[in-house]
């Protein structure tokens, strides 16, 4: 595997560009598909495993998806090699597992704009990532993806049910939108916990950066659809694009507002101290990281602290994590090591 | 006292120590957190999993239901009701059949009512199947407008049923 070359830069996805992009840092569609014929990955023996990663690997490299893409075996692949595609978005911590046995892998197009992993929960789990709120174009993408996979492969599909999938919380559309967004004066001002339970109500997953089970550090969250089974893709969609992702900007937008109106002083320390531990510290670890640089963007896109780079920032979010650090390096580090290393690289980017 | 989560301010669960440059640092999580640092299993599917837990306490009452469900087997994979209420995974596509009864309660639960599939149809599962969904989705859309007394959509809706349908 050869990620090497693009370790020092993020992904498409991280650009810090697109509609909305002071709240929505990337838009995310996923679809789950399973081969007819052949048992869901955690039932199929070992031989069913391969004829699965077969299938698929001849079929995505025999279509032309991106000019260039990679297909990692990830069995082979190093554990490092498999942290950073965790932390690059490009698989699950589920299916980079170092415990996780099952022959599988993952399909990388160029720019990093979509990933297709192999025998994770599903036989596939397609993905298409962009920076900002670009639903509407991850979904044309991966919904040609599809039909060109499609082509060659017989899904696993029910007139009732739609796709099947191993588990039936996906099933009907497969689909999963998600968007990424960056709430950090819902935080500040405590209102997040409104907007979560609001969330909630309305049928909507809200987790944290790295998906299931993981906390919001940085004050990242990932608001996601529950429900795949009774509406087309076009409605969620819509029904996540237009009402949800727009509500919870306007949200965030106001609080950042009222932050600077009622506690302009206090919303300048917090940015200029965050500033000021990031270009000084000599020893720092990932949370704190996550926590400052959460500061620092918001300082940048209210104006309240000029001359850096969003997309700066939005690389550090990815660089600073472990499997990263350790790839710019070129050396494997202890978590010790790793805080020293982590603190230079900040004061490089960030000129400190 | 209990000692709380090092991340959050949940009760801890697990409890450990971790090494750094030989000194020793006591480590104390939560079940989420632990699960999220690897200490325990995969983290589990959080909404069927309540929905499983709310369905089996709602039927536990002396009905034999769920008695009935954990006994019921895929003929295609093997895969018992039991199994999937302790991981939330099906074996195969046969299971959905297999499982129907169960099952279809807690799917309607966990889509918000959904029941049917209204989405894209594969090329492969032919022009017929498509046109149902299509109709499907016409019809429910013609149900809304009728609701919302948008008459004007509603017709215009029933022409484009009538076309399919004829």
Redesign the interface.
């Known amino acids: 595997m050869n990620f090497r070359a693009n370790t020092e830069n993020a992904g498409e996805w991280l650009r810090g560009a697109g509609p909305l992009a002071d709240v929505v840092i990337s838009s995310r569609v996923r679809l789950a598909r399973?081969l007819?014929g052949?048992?869901?990955v955690?039932?199929a023996n070992r031989r069913q495993r391969y004829e699965v990663l077969e299938s698929c690997r001849s079929q995505i490299l025999a279509k032309p998806l991106s000019a260039n893409t990679l297909f990692v075996h990830l069995n082979d692949a190093t554990a490092l090699d498999r942290q950073l595609l965790v932390e690059r978005h490009l698989i699950s911590r589920?299916h980079g597992?170092s415990k996780n046995d099952v022959p599988r892998a993952v399909a990388v197009g160029s720019e990093e704009t979509f990933a297709i992993m192999v025998n994770e929960?599903d036989h596939l789990r397609i993905q298409v990532l962009r920076s900002g709120m670009q639903l509407d174009d991850a979904f044309g993408q991966i919904?040609g993806i599809?039909?060109m996979l499609?082509?060659k492969l017989?899904?696993?599909?029910?007139?009732?049910?739609?796709?099947?999938t191993?588990?039936?919380?996906n099933?009907?559309?497969g689909?999963r939108v998600s968007v990424m967004l960056h709430l950090p004066a819902l935080q500040l001002t405590g209102e997040i916990d409104k907007v979560k339970r609001a969330a909630r109500d309305m049928?909507l997953?809200v987790r944290g950066m790295f998906g299931?089970?993981?906390?919001a550090q940085g004050d990242l969250y990932q608001v996601s659809n529950?429900?795949?089974?009774?509406?087309?893709?076009e409605?969620?969609l819509a029904d996540f694009g237009q009402t949800v992702v727009p509500q919870i900007v306007n949200y965030e937008r106001q609080a950042r507002q009222a932050l600077v109106r009622d506690r302009g002083p206090q919303l300048d320390d917090k940015i200029w101290r965050a500033w000021g531990t990031l270009t000084h510290a000599r020893v720092i670890s990932t949370k704190e990281v996550l926590s400052l640089l959460s500061h620092v963007r918001l300082g940048v896109n209210l104006g309240r602290i000029e001359g850096i780079d969003i997309r700066t920032l939005n690389e550090l979010f990815l660089l600073i994590q472990p499997a990263h650090l350790q790839r710019l390096s070129e050396e494997e580090m202890?978590?010790?090591a790793r805080r020293i290393a982590r603190a230079r690289l900040i004061r490089q980017r960030l000129g400190g | 006292m209990n000692q709380k989560c090092d991340?959050?301010d949940r009760p801890a669960t697990h409890h450990g120590v971790d090494v750094?440059?030989g000194q020793k640092i006591p480590v104390h999580l939560c079940d989420?957190?632990a699960?999220?640092h690897?200490l325990t299993g995969?983290?589990p599917?959080?909404?069927?999993a309540e929905l499983l837990n709310s369905f089996v306490q709602k039927h536990s009452g002396g009905d034999s239901t769920p008695r009935v469900a954990e006994n019921l087997t895929c003929e295609?994979?093997?895969?018992t009701f039991a199994e999937f209420r302790d991981?939330?995974?099906?074996?195969?596509?046969d299971c959905?059949t297999a499982f129907e009864g169960p099952?279809s309660p807690?799917?309607e639960r966990?889509?918000?009512?959904?029941?049917?599939?209204?989405?894209?149809?594969?090329?492969?599962?032919g022009v017929g199947?498509r046109r149902?969904?299509a109709l499907r989705?016409l019809r429910r859309r013609l149900d809304d407008a009728v609701q919302s007394e948008d008459y004007e959509v509603a017709a215009q809706l029933r022409d484009e049923i009538d076309g399919l349908v004829g």
């Open positions: 399973n007819a052949l048992p869901f955690a039932k589920q597992a929960e919904n599809d039909d499609e082509e017989e899904y696993a599909y029910s007139r009732r049910f739609g796709y099947l191993a588990c039936p919380t099933v009907g559309t689909i049928h997953a299931e089970g993981s906390d529950q429900t795949t089974l009774g509406k087309s893709e409605e969620i202890n978590p010790a | 991340e959050c750094v440059d989420q957190h699960a999220e690897g995969k983290t599917h959080m909404p069927i295609s994979c093997g895969a991981n939330s995974l099906l074996g195969c596509a959905y099952l807690l799917m966990a889509h918000e009512g959904g029941t049917h599939h209204a989405g894209k149809v594969p090329r492969r599962a199947e149902q969904v989705q």
